[in-house]
């Protein structure tokens, strides 16, 4: 899985556009930017013993350029096609809607990790 390290701002809109509970609950999503393409934030972690934070995201595009392999699916005939077997355990080829204007949008690639990058600490030596 790529990771991507990010200022603490970017992180945190990341962290703020999570969307996994919406994309379940009505097929819509919330998208941020980054380096010229639009991602979906679809899980989170953090680690009490270490203070790490992580987001994972997947690729955007519109339904009008997707020119994936897999039928674009609503989010439960999505894991159905899953569950029997037809599609990777991924939201690759998964149909999403964004925005008051209710754009379609299809996942596509590899889920990346965004963590925010650590800045100004102290590095220990010994």
């Excluded at 953090?46 to 995201?57: I, N, Q």
């Excluded at 590899?110 to 010994?126: A, D, P, R, S, T």
Aim: charged residues 25%; glycine residues 8%.
């Amino acid at each position: 899985m790529n990771e991507h390290f990010v200022p603490a701002s970017k992180y945190k809109e990341i962290d703020s556009k999570y969307s996994a509970h919406t994309i379940a609950e009505n097929g819509s999503c919330r998208t941020f930017m980054y380096q010229n393409e639009e991602w979906v934030c679809t899980g989170g972690s953090s680690s009490r013993a270490t203070g790490g934070k992580s987001t994972c995201a997947t690729r955007v595009v519109e339904l009008s350029t997707y020119k994936g392999e897999l039928q674009p699916l609503t989010y439960s005939k999505h894991w159905n096609d899953v569950d029997a077997g037809n599609r990777k355990r991924e939201y690759t080829g998964m149909l999403v809607t964004n925005g008051k204007e209710k754009r379609k949008l299809v996942f596509v690639g590899e889920e990346c990790v965004f963590k925010e990058m650590q800045v100004g600490m102290q590095l220990k030596l010994f």
